[in-house]
């Protein structure tokens, strides 16, 4: 079979994944979290982390959410709108260094945040759609990764980027910390080995390849015989709805990247 030349560069979906904070082992819903005021003390105590791979929130019960980071206080006469940080750029290790112990940055995960104008007597105010700062869109653009300018796109990026099947347990029941065990449980029996195609993955990075599928489509029937381990391309042809589901977003994109890693050099 002639190999065919990939429509796009693939190189680059990985970047956008991590870009997204994807990681399908350990997907988390998104959900909007009460906006924290940053203070070189949360940074040093692990509360916020600032990594290459973005900026993010450890909730008490030890789960990290990205999100970004924007100056609390601000002259929103004067200047307009604050910036926001989505890494570890040239303003956010500045302060760093600075080491101000005055809650100097604010961290959220939402489309609307509150910033405090000083141009209005301190005054709380609500404003959405942050322009990125220009060091942040830099390091972006050096990732090859230039997916959001401004923090309604970033927001929306961070809800697209989880797997539809965890949203589901989560919005309706709740369910994601038990779901995501019995689904480790599983693809951990079956040794991350596909059920359709036999396809096996040994390297654990790519766990996430591997599903745990619903056979009869009620994702609260967690029973081992309603249950399949699937790599993510037979997954994504179990019926109508699946296609529909792998066609686009984040889970588009790691099956691209899946056949492009896995069945590329598939000779027939
Ligand atoms: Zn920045
Ligand atoms: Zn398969
Ligand atoms: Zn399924």
Redesign the pocket.
Known sequence: MEKEKPIYKFSKSKNVLKELGYQVEKAEAYRPIKPVDVSIENIKDGTIEITDDGIFFKTSDGQKHKGFMYKREYYLARYGKPRFHTRSCKIIQEFKVRGSFAAEYRWSNDGKVQVCDMDDNFIDKTVDILPLCQYCAEIQRSGQSDIYKDSEEFVNELKKAIPQETVTNVDVLGYTKEWQDISKHYREKHKYT??????HITNSFDYGYIHCHHRNGNKTDNRDENLEC??????SNVDKSHENRFSKGANGICLQDFIKKYRGNKTL
């Open positions: 596909c059920e359709r195609c036999g396809i699937l790599c993510i391309e037979c997954h």
